[in-house]
């Protein structure tokens, strides 16, 4: 059956998520003064968000909708229809706050203002920052009109959206988007596969999923009976347990596969 439809992930697929990150709380971190490590302080505040981020009882919901902790450093909790969301907007504030604070502390910084000014200082700094891969449109721009393609992000929506109106150029690509915040389900369950199986309108084997993270998109994608493409830029280790179909380095070799199958 030929393929009709390709189904993006978003962040480090289409976008460059991990740059705007790691640059990000380089900026912030370089505001804590010139006598810190600038790395030293990014690592002990990764550190702190993490163990603070699951420490609290919306641990499992983020874990399941797909929304990291370093995400929750700078997003908005604003949108979202399930009560877990009013949970997270109002636990934010402190959160941020709380993660600068603990990591300063931990290099024997106390300094609370200057935690809360970091804190937000990592938010404007991602902000300014909607990196996409060079590669991205010009891929896009490819596939338009010969497939459908649908986007497929795990995050809560009001962030997602967020980053979307970042790249305002990349949205009129998609037939469809589909949030996993506002479908309720994140990827790998199968139900938001369906879903958006659903809005193509198409089985199982006539779609491809392209995506970076193994354990969401591929193992998602597979468990859905799509053609399954990791995107592996980084060299990240492969898993035994999850074989995708396809492996490329760089977004330009879908084109050929696409047109293979
Ligand atoms: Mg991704």
Known sequence: MPITAVLFDLDDTLLWDERSVEEAFRAACEAAGETVDPQELEAAVRRE???LYESYETFPFTKMIGINPFEALWANFTAG?????????????GYRKESWRRGLASLGIHDEALAERLAAKFGEERRSRPYMYEETLQVLDELRG???LLLLTNGCPALQQEKLDGVPELIPYFDHVVISGSFGKGKPDKAIFGHALELLDIAPEQGIM????????ILGGLSAGLTTVWINRTDKAPD???????RIGHLSELLPLVQSL
């Open 49 to 51: 968000a993490r163990g």
């Open 240 to 246: 035994p347990e999850i074989q995708p179909d396809y």
């Open 81 to 93: 229809e399930q009560q877990e969301f009013r949970q997270l907007e109002q636990l934010a504030p």
């Open 210 to 217: 392209v995506g970076d993270k193994l354990t969401t998109d």
């Open 146 to 148: 010969k497939v459908k």
